[in-house]
Structure formats: structure tokens, C-alpha cells
């Protein structure tokens, strides 16, 4: 599912962010909590923080980047509507 969202494997962390920041909020849901241990949502953003860079920090093909705190907090409000 996350592939079609994902550029080429040469693209810069930002772009793998802003593919992220595209996903619909089903779509986070289904990610962030299926591939967490704990089946309860997240709720608090700190929690959140470290729960979407424990799933989408590896992405193969991209370097390890800080998550932009814009791309963050517009992640939350998705997850959390």
C-alpha cells in the first residue's frame, strides 16, 4: 500500500516525508497501529513521534532524516480525526 506513495529509491528524506504527510488518515491508522506492539492508539504526540519513526525510519533507499515537525503535527491531526 505504502509503495505506490514512495518515490525512487535515490530520492531525498524530505521527499519520503512528504509522501508520508500524504496518507490518508485510514491509511496512518492502518500502518501506525497494526505495526505497533500496543493495539491501542497513540495519544499523545511524543508517543506518536516515536511510533512513525520506528515504522517509517528504515524505509529502505532512504537516509535516516529527522521528522519535520510540520509534517509531524499534520500527521497527528490526521491520526487523531
Known amino acids: 500500500m505504502l509503495a505506490r ?19 490518508s488518515a485510514g491509511q496512518l491508522h492502518t500502518i501506525i497501529d497494526i505495526a505497533s506492539a500496543s493495539p ?5 504526540l511524543d508517543a506518536f513521534r516515536r511510533r512513525v519513526l520506528g515504522v517509517f525510519g528504515n524505509v529502505a533507499g532512504f537516509a535516516p532524516a529527522p521528522l519535520p515537525e510540520s509534517v509531524l503535527r499534520e500527521l497527528w491531526e490526521k491520526y487523531r480525526a
Open 5 to 23: 506513495f514512495l518515490p525512487c529509491p535515490s530520492a531525498s528524506p524530505d521527499d519520503l516525508w512528504s509522501a508520508i504527510a500524504g496518507l
Open 40 to 44: 491501542e492508539p497513540t495519544t499523545d
